[in-house]
């Protein structure tokens, strides 16, 4: 059984920025395997800096979308991204060193900070621009291009 699974419930409805997200619980389920399975630093340390790595390639793509779509709360959400980032990075660290930390609580962490974060930031971040499209369609008598995620 997958340690976190992708619901219907999680897609902001930007096509590219689900795939990211599933993407990234993919990278967790792997890190998550490597640590239950006892895989030695080496691997352990491959898939988190993988995560990281694709982490911050996922967080700048998703700011692109929305500040192309004019998303006011971009500070913050930036902020958070900012957070996860180095939540990962203390991750590593805690995994290669292994000092006083149990590995399953951190990736348990990692999950849940990103669920939430989905499910909060993201959709609220998404809803807006749904919102202001819709707007503008009916300012415009529903003439306007669609704008596209």
Known sequence: MAFVS?????AVGAGTVDEQHQQ???LL???????RGGSPKLDVDRVVS????YTKF?????????KGMGVAEMLEHKKQHSYFVTEIAKTR?????RKHVEPRNLVVFL??????????VDKQAFRSIAATRTARQSRDGG???PHHL
């Open 93 to 97: 660290h805690a995994l290669l060193e």
């Open 50 to 53: 993988e995560l990281e790595r």
């Open 6 to 10: 992708w619901k219907e419930e999680y």
């Open 58 to 66: 996922h967080f700048s793509a998703e700011e692109r979308v929305l």
């Open 143 to 145: 003439t306007a291009p």
């Open 24 to 26: 990234l619980f993919s």
């Open 29 to 35: 389920n792997r890190l998550d395997g490597h640590i």
């Open 111 to 120: 999950r849940d900070w990103l669920v939430d974060h989905i499910l909060d």
